[in-house]
């Protein structure tokens, strides 16, 4: 199979996921809407800053930033696991199509909201007084970053969703994504928890990420190196879980 083919299909099952979009607006506002609740919510009535030097909201909008990445992947695991109740994905894998074209385009088209949701985040965070010190290559290297960790957070989600199967389970799978995106330094630093909680805090991917962005934006929180962790965590999260999502689909239905 040619790669030509199996990029046409790959782009067919992208514009489906995208029409969609068209079919539940309210779906996808909700999803860009709810990163900015979040971030007025902890900058505003919740605050903080404990142990941060310089403004709170500089430490803050980076940390939610990298929170969003990691939230939000109900919408892909809803639409993955729908699709497998319906018997969509049978009726695709029956057709003379490349195998996992349906997983690529779901994982195009969240990227794509995922990018959308980040410059509307972004621009929030200059609204609320967040600026970005470091060069124009600085805050392109960030939000590769912050895109390429919600890569691999996707692929986690397209796994799980094909293992729960159904709806209801994903409800199940949601529920640990909120301690791991809160066990985290996106809204305190390490340094002001407990030991042995500030040990968990660093060793999360997320905290990597979100520690190498405030470095590149020049924010406080950030500490140089860290550019390389972040690279390498969603690099073997998606070594680990891209070819687990891809052999659990190939084995549906056997």
């Not at 349906?102 to 088209?109: D, K, Q």
Request: with cysteine; charged share 10%; aromatic share 10%.
């Amino acid at each position: 199979m040619s790669a030509v083919y199996v990029m046409s299909d790959c782009w067919t099952m992208t514009r489906r996921e995208l029409a969609h979009w068209a079919r539940q607006p309210v779906q996808v506002v909700v999803g860009l809407v709810f990163p900015i609740m979040m971030l007025l919510m902890f900058g505003y009535l919740v605050g903080g800053g404990r142990g941060i030097d310089g403004p709170y909201v500089d430490f803050l909008v980076p940390g939610m930033l990298t929170l969003t990445m990691v939230f939000g992947l109900e919408g892909t695991m809803t639409a993955v696991t729908r699709d497998l109740d319906k018997g969509v994905i049978d009726r695709f894998r029956s057709m003379p199509m490349a195998d996992g074209a349906v997983l690529v385009g779901r994982s195009v088209a969240d990227m794509l909201q995922s990018a959308a949701g980040l410059i509307l985040m972004i621009g929030v965070g200059y609204t609320i007084g967040w600026r970005a010190h470091g060069g124009p290559g600085a805050f392109l290297g960030a939000v590769g970053l912050l895109l390429l960790l919600r890569f691999a957070m996707l692929w986690i989600g397209i796994f799980l969703a094909l293992v729960a199967g159904r709806a209801e389970l994903v409800q199940t799978v949601q529920i640990l994504v909120w301690p791991i995106g809160f066990l985290s330094n996106a809204f305190a630093a390490p340094g002001t928890m407990p030991g042995w909680l500030g040990t968990a805090v660093e060793w999360n991917p997320m905290s990597a990420t979100a520690t190498a962005v405030r470095d590149l934006f020049g924010n406080p929180g950030g500490e140089p190196g860290h550019v390389m962790a972040a690279v390498v965590w969603p690099l073997l999260l998606l070594a680990a879980f891209f070819p687990l999502a891809v052999a659990k689909f190939r084995r549906l239905s056997r």
